[in-house]
């Protein structure tokens, strides 16, 4: 489950979209225009984003500007980084990354979003300018390597078959060599900054370390989580999972871009709180569409947590409501998940809904953003040198796959 990574992307025809089961089509579409003012997207919006990218405006296009300047630059180093793998290895990292089909054959797509590399120089540009934000390069690049060894493994546990449209890695080379190549990229990013010359290569080595421990120790968390009864859970305890998991590593990579702008302790420590608040913002709307988005703009199924009887945020806040919706939601989270039960589906995240789960996880995700906005001014006083990081935030909180 994800980053180890926000929203997993099996592909499952089988989940059926909650807002589609015995509505009228006028229904959904009404549903799907309160849905969009909630999440603050407007239909021009969903147009222009397929993906459920950025809202459109000026954050939306320094994003995008942002994350292709930081491909042109992280990219050629990533790849050669993977090029140094033993054959067997680099063969599957570089599918993974999609730059090979799986006969070895170059692919023109490679990549992610970059958006955790961007966090990197975007933190470096803004408190040491375009020196800092050059010589945060290496550090961008071990942040991808490690986010995509969470990939690597989390598609293992998680056994999704899809992701970036196309069969996953071990569905293609197996579970032990998937493993073995997410292994191999983290080994790669922790040798990248140890190697390092600049004075900040050692300590980012160090805090990219405790980082992956915290990650796991989140994974840990939320495989144990599954296996205990909807009742034994608390809010607590997921959001402090969902912090691990999703907001420790963007907290990192605004970390190691002040590290290599020779931030002090209190600026390094700031922005780590701004990207993990930013984080969690993150991964509170990312459950709501995971329970309510439509998977015709989302190009994922809804529903798909709810039939696994997932506990996220807005499920476990639904749960703890003490309300009679909650008691409802606890008796069909006691039931198995019947394969093509749209009506069961519909049920489950109605019943979300009226015990407060959505609402709550919507205005938990404002405050989170409102955090991570005070921790940012903290850090950096100038709304100029601060834009980039602005962008970002603004878009890993708006987006929805």
Avoid at 150 to 164: F, I
Avoid at 182 to 196: I, K, N, S, Y
Wanted: aromatic share 4%; net charge negative; glycine share 10%.
């Amino acid at each position: 489950m994800a980053e180890f990574m926000t929203e997993t992307e099996e592909r499952s025809p089988a989940v059926p979209h909650p807002g589609t089961a015995g509505e009228a089509p006028g229904d959904t579409h009404a549903k799907q225009k309160t849905q969009d003012a909630q999440l603050g997207r407007s239909g021009q919006d969903r147009a222009e984003n397929g993906d459920g990218g950025p809202a459109d405006g000026a954050e939306g296009h320094e994003a995008a500007a942002l994350l292709e300047r930081t491909r042109a630059v992280v990219d050629p180093e990533l790849r050669a980084a993977l090029e140094s793998l033993p054959g067997s290895l680099r063969r599957i990292a570089l599918y993974h990354f999609g730059w090979q089909h799986v006969d070895g054959s170059p692919a023109e797509a490679g990549g992610g979003k970059a958006i955790r590399p961007a966090l990197v120089l975007a933190a470096a540009a803004a408190l040491g300018g375009p020196a800092a934000r050059t010589a945060a390069v290496p550090a961008a690049v071990a942040v991808e390597l490690v986010h995509n060894f969470t990939l690597l493994h989390d598609d293992v546990m998680d056994r999704d078959t899809s992701r970036r449209h196309r069969p996953t890695a071990w569905t293609v080379f197996g579970d032990t060599d998937a493993i073995l190549a997410g292994d191999a990229l983290l080994a790669l990013a922790l040798r990248l900054l140890a190697e390092d010359p600049h004075p900040a290569g050692g300590p980012a080595a160090a805090r990219l370390a405790s980082c992956v421990v915290e990650l796991c120790a989140g994974e840990h968390t939320d495989t144990d989580l599954e296996h205990r009864a909807p009742d034994e859970v608390t809010l607590d305890e997921v959001l402090a999972m969902a912090e691990a998991k999703t907001g420790a590593l963007l907290g990192c990579a605004c970390a190691l871009g002040a590290l290599y702008a020779g931030a002090g302790p209190q600026e390094v420590a700031a922005l780590d709180d701004f990207g993990r608040q930013a984080g969690l913002a993150f991964q509170l709307i990312d459950d709501v569409i995971g329970i309510w988005g439509d998977p015709r703009r989302t190009g994922k199924p809804a529903g798909a947590d709810l039939a696994a009887r997932k506990k996220s945020l807005p499920v476990v806040a639904a749960l703890a409501s003490g309300t009679q919706a909650a008691a409802e939601l606890t008796e069909l989270y006691a039931t198995p998940y019947v394969t093509g039960d749209a009506d069961g589906i519909a049920r489950t995240a109605l019943a979300v809904e009226r015990a407060g789960g959505r609402d709550w996880a919507q205005t938990e995700a404002a405050d989170r953003m409102a955090r991570a906005m005070q921790e940012l001014a903290r850090a950096v006083p100038g709304p100029e040198a601060a834009e980039g990081l602005l962008a970002l935030a603004e878009f890993v909180t708006r987006r929805s796959a």
